[in-house]
């Protein structure tokens, strides 16, 4: 009879053993995953490809802990502002946004913040402080950088273009800003055109075949990213023009390139961050308090530094 109760006995803890278990294993089956949405602001360049492939690898790295979910802004204000309220309609836990512009994308930017969901602003920044953390190059610097390369190169004399990214984001305002703190303290040095090509290679080519007919002399372009410097070298090439020092931004493989090939003079390398997003979005997610902007590095890439960055076999 006592052999039979604890019989019954061991039975018992093991059918309460194996339940926890069982209920051990359905609390993490069914334990929710973070929704993370991106944001993107166009897909027609290199760099903004870059970038995306970049952070999915990132968040496949994190399978376990978040889902993924993006939206291409396709270079227009309105849909972008329309996929934020469709990423927060979604019911999204963080959102990673690269604005195209500052001013119209701060309003909604704003409204999914104040509804308490964190907010990573990458590589491109709002008018407002109501993000959680700035992720980005200082594009301040780097047009610093551009300006004092160019007035070196030209030994402080000469006519320059200017080649401007979407005037109303904020790399455009700063790698603007930056490039003339420099140049419009050299006498010598004239940024006698400036116009914007909104980061695209086909525009700049078009505007430049234009500076190239009004302006017999150009000895320098200051373009703010590689796909516009792009644009301007094959203009400048149709022209039978070479020679002048043209200066871009990005670090994408065909500028490296075009450097070796002795056509483009340098580049900036701008760090997409999309890695970087993520390991910080992970960070706000669990709790943990991040910093209001992180600073990327860059670096210039000329003929003396190419070969130490370019990959034969990279997409970008």
């Known amino acids: ?97 690269s604005p195209r512009e500052a001013e119209p994308l701060t309003p909604v930017v704003e409204r999914v913040y104040n509804a308490g969901v964190p907010v990573i602003t990458l590589d491109r920044n709002i008018t407002s402080d109501a993000y959680t953390c700035f992720i980005g190059a200082s594009n301040f610097k780097i047009g610093q950088g551009a300006g004092t390369l160019m007035a070196s190169l030209l030994k402080e004399a000469g006519q320059v273009i200017e080649i401007e990214g979407i005037l109303g984001a904020t790399p455009t305002i700063d790698r603007s800003d930056g490039f003339h703190s420099i140049a419009d303290s050299i006498p010598g040095i004239q940024v006698v055109e400036k116009q914007p090509a909104d980061y695209l290679r ?34 400048l090439k149709a022209a039978g023009r070479e020679g002048a020092v043209v200066i ?35 960070k706000i997610l669990k709790g943990a308090k991040v910093p209001k902007k992180i600073e990327l590095e860059s670096q210039l890439v000329n003929n003396s530094n190419v070969k130490l960055f370019y990959n034969p076999n990279s997409y970008f």
């Open 1 to 97: 009879m006592i052999k039979n109760k604890l019989s019954f006995k061991a039975v018992a803890v093991i059918a309460l053993l194996l339940c926890s278990i069982t209920l051990s294993s359905c609390k993490k089956v069914e334990q929710k995953k973070f929704l993370i949405g991106f944001s993107q602001s166009t897909m027609i360049d290199p760099w903004r490809i870059n970038m995306l492939e970049q952070m999915k690898d990132a968040v496949q790295k994190n399978k376990d802990m978040i889902d993924f979910i993006f939206t291409d802004g396709q270079n227009d204000n309105m849909k972008q502002i329309s996929d934020v309220e469709d990423l927060f309609s979604k019911g999204i836990d963080l959102l990673i946004i």
């Open 202 to 235: 086909e525009p700049a080519l078009k505007i430049m075949e234009d500076f190239l007919q009004s302006h017999p002399q150009i000895d320098g372009v200051y373009a703010h990213n590689d796909e516009m410097a792009l644009g301007v070298l094959t203009a």
């Open 248 to 282: 871009g931004i990005d670090g994408q493989k065909e500028a490296f390139e075009s450097i070796m090939a002795g056509r483009m003079t340098a580049t900036f390398i701008y760090p997409n961050g999309s890695a970087q997003a993520v390991e910080v979005a992970i």
